[in-house]
């Protein structure tokens, strides 16, 4: 089976920082660009960041530049969301997903064949 799992979500003060961690297993983890999602109460899903298989490119979303930082370790199968000066607005629930790539422009989006993980949930308190 496969199986992609999230882990290090916390309650965090604004301004703080956390990582996120994402192993995967069944899968050939190498083959995989992979991606950190989110998703807030009552808002959409959106794509936070995407890194490709070897770690060489990386994209985040507009809001998180310069704040949070991917990384993979593809010994170890994991994926990493390094975030730093956390903002309230970064609360949510966060999903890895092995499956991403980036649109022109370089904004990560999910592809159209992939795996979510069960979710880890960060909270700021402001």
């Known amino acids: 089976q496969v199986q992609v799992v999230e882990s290090g979500g916390d309650l965090v003060q604004a301004g703080g920082s956390l990582k996120l961690s994402c192993t995967a297993s069944?899968?050939?983890?190498?083959?995989?660009?992979m991606g950190w999602f989110r998703q807030a109460p009552g808002k959409e899903r959106e794509a936070v960041s995407c890194?490709?298989?070897?770690?060489?490119?990386?994209f985040y979303t507009d809001s998180v530049k310069g704040r949070f930082a991917i990384s993979r370790d593809n010994a170890e199968s994991t994926v990493y969301l390094q975030m730093s000066s956390l903002k309230a607005e970064d609360t949510a629930m966060y999903y890895c997903?092995?499956?991403?790539?980036?649109?022109?422009?370089?904004?990560?989006?999910?592809?159209?064949?992939?795996?979510w993980g069960q979710g880890t949930q960060v909270t700021v308190s402001s």
């Open positions: 997903r092995a499956g991403c790539t980036a649109v022109a422009g370089g904004r990560p989006i999910q592809t159209d064949f992939g795996y």
């Open positions: 890194i490709n298989w070897d770690g060489t490119r990386k």
């Open positions: 069944g899968l050939p983890f190498n083959n995989y660009a």
